[in-house]
């Protein structure tokens, strides 16, 4: 069975089959090739992984995202990271990956970020005589931290899945998703000095306190998310619905980019994400379910185990499987089916569940803007004109840039723990 499992949604994937779709044809067909349990175990199995209070916080982060993606946000976001590093050389390139930070604070989704400071950003830095390939490698990588910094959609979905507190995780998410910044900075600041990038003239205080007022509002939105959840004011799934209601009043009153001309596209693009995720979290707790009905968590704990009783070394085994996984499967599918099969492994070693979900995401991230299943690649490739094979070389500095940061966490787990143990629920 696990092999007719593996093997046609190996063909499926192949034939480009969309993932939440290839998930339940393969689990399908696993289970009719068995014959010992009954068809109807597939609807009850994904109604079961769906029915889940906690999930409700997707449709409303995803939501508030697209309210304030199409509010008026980006440009002022823009604005006040020029004022900030648009004078370092790559300045625009710098300006990208802080945008995009900041924006990650907003969307929760690393395909809003993209294509949010994408649209703005990638123009600017071909305006400024930038290669297209440079700044659409900028972009793809920095648009990834879109799922690390809170709120994450990929972190609700683990910790619904492993029963993590979705709170702690948004915490552990935030010093990793600055290292990842950080080091994409680093990259672009090399890359764009053996290229003659220049940066802008540097802001004057008053230009920096003007740009901040105004995108501050923005700037809010994370911080009431986050704190009303540590201070035990509301849930994180409450959260995502005063999100949307602050979302909503920013980009009708404040920022007026929001017109009721714009709702009905900002809706149908919110209940179209919002079923593709939750096809996905359906069709991958089935295949997750098979998997351990047919005991493969312990055999690849075992498997593990017999390498190395190391935690560090057993983590780093599951980094390079879940690089390898992250180029071929989405990141939400990824975390469904892998998550309920690694994290009894990892448990056993000590590890620290939060850390593990945080560690997950930050390396699935990185398949983000890895062929062949790179939404962001694909993203910037459609505003650059570019094909994913023109860009790909100059991205690998960049994907190795935050692989260190993945190995780091992995060494130093207290980067991720600290924040949840000092200010965690």
């Known amino acids: 069975m696990i092999g007719v499992l593996f093997g046609a949604l190996v063909l499926l994937i192949i034939l480009n089959v969309p993932v939440g779709v290839a998930l339940g044809m393969a689990s399908t067909a696993a289970l009719l090739f068995a014959g010992t349990m009954p068809i109807a175990l597939i609807s009850q199995r994904m ?220 809706l149908i693009e919110t209940v179209v994400g919002t079923g593709t995720i939750m096809l996905i979290i359906g069709t991958a707790s089935l295949f997750a379910w098979i998997l351990t009905s047919a005991r493969v968590p312990q055999m690849i704990g075992e498997a593990f185990l017999g390498i190395s009783r190391s935690s560090t070394v057993i983590l780093m085994l599951i980094n390079v499987l879940l690089l390898i996984v992250g180029t071929f499967i989405e990141t939400n599918a990824a975390i469904i089916m892998l998550a309920p099969i690694l994290l009894p492994l990892v448990k056993t070693m000590g590890v620290d569940p939060v850390f593990f979900g945080v560690m997950m995401v930050v390396n699935l991230a990185i398949g983000m803007a890895t062929p062949p299943v790179g939404v962001t690649l694909f993203v910037v490739c459609s505003i650059t004109k570019r094909t994913i094979r023109e860009i790909f070389p100059t991205v690998l500095p960049f994907l190795g840039a935050m692989i260190a940061i993945l190995i780091l966490i992995t060494v130093f787990p207290s980067l991720v723990t600290f924040m949840p143990s000092v200010f965690g629920v």
């Open 47 to 266: 109604y079961s992984a769906m029915d889940s209070f906690p999930l409700l916080a997707l449709p409303f982060f995803l939501l508030a995202g697209k309210l304030m993606e199409h509010g008026g946000i980006s440009t002022r976001l823009v604005r006040f990271a020029s004022s900030l590093v648009g004078h370092i050389r790559a300045g625009i390139a710098m300006v990208s990956v802080v945008t995009s930070m900041f924006f990650a604070g907003i969307s929760g989704s690393a395909v809003a970020d993209t294509a949010a400071v994408g649209g703005v950003l990638i123009p600017a830095m071909l305006g400024k005589g930038y290669d297209k390939d440079y700044a659409a490698a900028v972009q793809a990588t920095a648009g990834s931290i879109g799922v690390i910094i809170p709120p994450s959609v990929p972190m609700v979905i683990y910790g619904v899945t492993a029963g993590v507190s979705i709170g702690n995780l948004f915490l552990g998410g935030f010093i990793p998703g600055v290292l990842v910044g950080l080091s994409l900075m680093a990259v672009a600041y090399f890359i764009g000095g053996q290229r003659g990038y220049a940066g802008d003239p540097r802001a004057t205080l008053a230009q920096v306190w003007q740009s901040f007022k105004e995108s501050v509002w923005a700037l809010v939105m994370p911080v009431i998310i986050l704190g009303g959840i540590l201070g035990g004011i509301f849930t994180p799934t409450e959260a995502a619905a005063i999100a949307v209601v602050y979302a909503a009043f920013v980009g009708f009153f404040v920022y007026k980019g929001l017109t009721l001309e714009k709702l009905p596209d900002i």
